[in-house]
């Protein structure tokens, strides 16, 4: 477009030395005309600046805006708006627009004229963000033409959209107290009195406030000509003040008596209750300090006091507390650190004990009285109690050594509690009696023992068993099933062999440990009260490592672990124990037996027994079969000792090891010998090589009973 010709007539001098930016743009967007000034400002040439069109000025406009705003200006015929300019270099400004039509023989264009408002822009910015953090708005009243303008920030608070609805007469509505308001109002504006005062309201959005109001008349020549005032939001203030005077009503309703003391020793608040009960009036309390109060307390004392007081920050005391009168009483003091507005403040609450002190000296005469004879029966009954701490308290468990003596203390002294235990040991030493002997010595004992052996559940079925099942829940689920959990509420749930529980089912017995609540199969949630006893041979530290079992439950299980001794490290229950399966096994074959050999005795203790009481028992009901008589003597059923003696630093055969060991990796790979991730794999051996082995030590059927 050629540049028109009452452009020319407008004298272009003039308008390149004008202070204002002005530039002209055709309906495709051309900068057909920019004055010096806006070239300056812009960092072009008046040469570089005829090659630009609106885009690279105003980078944030496209096309489609572009021919939006020329329909819009043209219409309007002059628009005002706010934009971003770009400079040659990439800098970006805040600038305010004033556009106007302009068309001369069919050729159209618009003038605009620009001015730079980043400064005033960033500046309302900071403003309209100061009041929002301190939630205060102000408003200025005209009373020369009865206008009335308010910041974003006072609509906000009462929920209204423009000025004109924050004129006095539309706000009395709002308040709770409209009286109070207009009486301000009406003082400020006839009277010229300011106000500043604190009111509710509730406002166009229902939302209840306490608004700080406050007013300001402008006089001129003694006239009042403008209000202007500020509404802030201090509803978080007056919610604390008011507390506080409830919180202070109900310290001034307790018995206690309570003290607020500063560092000095110097009395900061007292409860109604210190009056009462001190003899002391409002009066004589005040500047009143902890040496006037109590004699026995000097400087120094109440120094340390308050040191302590800053580093334990509470703690209870006993003292004694005086009266106007001089008598004491015994207190429970407790002492708090509180810290307030910049300083540490000692709470003392004082709780007369008089009556507690009393009946202490009460019982303790009593206690005094029965004493000796509390002692005489005490030694009376000592042998009684550690018979029924043997025989009757764990029924089954035959023990006289000193070692075994303190797996049974153990579990004397958790089988009262709620607590977690966790039982390991070798395989035949017992840990399904040491659980009987904790449910039958907790408060559960009339309650349910479940007995879960967990080596013994197929693995697709293991959540089934333990946690039960609604009917259809997964293919055969023909009714519903109650899980050993459910079974178990109340009472306890034994574990045993721990280690076998499938990882993935082992988050959902950890939230029974933690939450006491489970899923049933198909079902809902189950909230359980059951007390968990688990056992194992198997090291869970090391399948931790290996990720077979998870940590957070081998730790949640691990509360009170409890190690059952082997066989061969409590040798001196062995002829307890060999007469003991004797008797038993003599009354179920109908034999005559009365006694074991000495020889035979003899012969048990040198042997190493890697089966454990499990392995002795089954010697005995053996022997019992085969021979016959009053007295058990050596015989065939004995099991060879050689190359398996033990000795006292507690070594075993090779072979011995050998099966031990075999036995432990079988259990890792669950019995599977050959193939990949089998045993044989892991002793690097020939698969048919370790079936060779096995057979020799004795172990094949106990692979085959793994495996299934």
Do not use: C
């Given at each position: 477009m050629d540049l028109p010709e009452f452009l020319f007539e407008a004298k272009e001098w003039q308008l390149d030395h004008l202070p204002y930016e002005i530039m002209w743009i055709d309906q495709a967007g051309r900068l057909v005309y920019l004055n010096q000034t806006l070239c300056d400002k812009l960092g072009y040439t008046k040469k570089e600046a005829t090659s630009l069109n609106i885009y690279d000025v105003n980078p944030r406009t496209t096309e489609e805006q572009w021919q939006k705003h020329w329909d819009e200006v043209q219409s309007e015929g002059t628009v005002n708006f706010k934009t971003v300019h770009k400079k040659k270099d990439g800098f970006l400004y805040e600038v305010e627009v004033f556009a106007q039509f302009f068309s001369n023989n069919r050729k159209s264009a618009l003038c605009a004229i620009v001015k730079e408002i980043t400064d005033s822009s960033f500046y309302k910015r900071v403003l309209d963000q100061a009041e929002l953090l301190v939630k205060v708005g102000g408003w200025k009243l005209n009373l020369q033409d009865n206008s009335i303008i308010a910041t974003d920030q006072t609509l906000q608070l009462f929920g209204v959209e423009q000025s004109e609805d924050i004129r006095p007469i539309n706000l009395i509505r709002f308040f709770k107290d409209p009286d109070r308001f207009q009486e301000l109002i009406s003082n400020v504006l006839v009277k010229g009195e300011p106000f500043d005062e604190i009111l509710e309201i509730s406002n166009a959005k229902s939302e209840k406030k306490w608004l700080r109001c406050a007013g300001q008349p402008v006089m001129v020549k003694d006239k009042i000509n403008k209000v202007v005032g500020v509404y802030q939001d201090v509803t978080e203030q007056q919610e604390n003040t008011l507390s506080l005077y409830l919180y202070k009503e109900i310290i001034n309703q307790s018995?206690?008596?309570?003290?607020?003391?500063?560092?000095?020793?110097?009395?900061?608040?007292?409860?109604?209750?210190?009056?009462?009960?001190?003899?002391?009036?409002?009066?004589?309390?005040?500047?009143?300090?902890?040496?006037?109060?109590?004699?026995?307390?000097?400087?120094a004392w109440w120094f340390q006091h308050?040191?302590?007081?800053k580093k334990r920050r509470h703690f209870r005391?006993?003292?004694?507390?005086?009266?106007?009168?001089?008598?004491?009483?015994?207190?429970?003091?407790?002492?708090?650190l509180i810290r307030y507005q910049g300083q540490n403040l000692n709470c003392a609450i004082l709780r007369d004990i008089s009556d507690r002190k009393q009946h202490e000296a009460d019982l303790r005469n009593a206690f005094d009285e029965i004493q000796t004879l509390k002692n005489r029966l005490e030694k009376e009954n000592e042998y009684l109690q550690e018979r029924i701490l043997s025989e009757s308290n764990f029924e089954n468990i035959v023990c006289?050594?000193?070692?075994?003596?303190?797996?049974?203390?153990?579990?004397?002294?958790?089988?009262?509690?709620?607590?977690?235990?966790?039982?390991?040991?070798?395989?035949?030493?017992?840990?399904?009696?040491?659980?009987?002997a904790l449910h039958q010595n907790s408060q559960r004992k009339d309650h349910a023992l479940i007995k879960v052996n967990c080596a013994t559940i197929p693995k697709e079925?293991?959540?089934?068993?333990?946690?039960?099942?609604?009917?259809?829940?997964?293919?055969?689920?023909?009714?519903?099933?109650?899980g050993k959990f459910t079974l178990a509420n109340g009472g306890t749930i034994f574990l045993d062999e721990?280690?076998?529980?499938?990882?993935?089912?082992?988050?959902?017995?950890?939230?029974?440990?933690?939450?006491?609540?489970?899923d049933v199969l198909g079902g809902?949630?189950?909230?359980?009260?059951?007390?968990?006893?688990?056992?194992?041979?198997?090291?869970?530290?090391?399948?931790?490592?290996?990720?077979?079992?998870?940590?957070?439950?081998?730790?949640?299980?691990?509360?009170?672990?409890?190690?059952?001794?082997?066989?061969?490290?409590?040798?001196?229950?062995?002829?307890?124990?060999?007469?003991?399966?004797?008797?038993?096994?003599?009354?179920?074959?109908?034999?005559?037996?009365?006694?074991?050999?000495?020889?035979t005795i003899d012969a048990l203790m040198k042997y190493s027994f890697p089966g454990n009481i499990r392995e002795l028992e089954n010697l005995i009901e053996r022997a019992v079969i085969i021979e016959d008589g009053t007295t058990l003597y050596p015989g065939a059923w004995l099991p060879e000792t050689k190359g398996a003696k033990a000795k006292d630093d507690g070594l075993v055969s090779f072979e011995a090891m050998q099966r031990d060991y075999i036995l432990r990796v079988l259990g890792t790979t669950k019995g599977k010998v050959s193939g990949a991730g089998g045993a044989a794999e892991i002793l690097q051996m020939n698969y048919k090589t370790l079936f060779a082995k096995m057979k020799k030590l004795g172990i094949e059927k106990k692979m085959l009973a793994v495996r299934k």
């Open positions: 018995n206690d008596i309570v003290f607020i003391w500063d560092e000095e020793g110097r009395l900061q608040d007292f409860s109604k209750s210190a009056i009462q009960q001190l003899g002391f009036s409002e009066e004589e309390f005040q500047n009143v300090t902890i040496y006037d109060l109590d004699d026995d307390i000097d400087q308050f040191e302590d007081i005391m006993e003292w004694k507390a005086t009266r106007k009168d001089g008598s004491q009483f015994p207190v429970d003091i407790s002492v708090n006289q050594s000193d070692s075994y003596a303190k797996v049974l203390k153990q579990v004397e002294q958790v089988a009262p509690t709620e607590t977690t235990v966790l039982i390991t040991g070798e395989s035949g030493t017992g840990k399904e009696l040491l659980a009987n079925l293991f959540e089934s068993e333990l946690f039960g099942h609604k009917k259809g829940s997964f293919t055969g689920a023909f009714s519903d099933k109650e721990i280690g076998e529980v499938p990882v993935e089912l082992q988050a959902k017995l950890l939230r029974v440990l933690q939450e006491g609540e489970f809902k949630t189950v909230k359980v009260n059951v007390r968990i006893i688990a056992a194992t041979n198997r090291k869970l530290e090391q399948m931790v490592g290996e990720g077979t079992f998870r940590e957070d439950l081998y730790y949640r299980l691990n509360v009170f672990p409890i190690h059952n001794i082997p066989l061969r490290e409590r040798k001196e229950d062995i002829p307890l124990l060999a007469e003991f399966f004797l008797e038993k096994y003599t009354a179920k074959a109908g034999k005559a037996f009365k006694r074991v050999s000495k020889k």
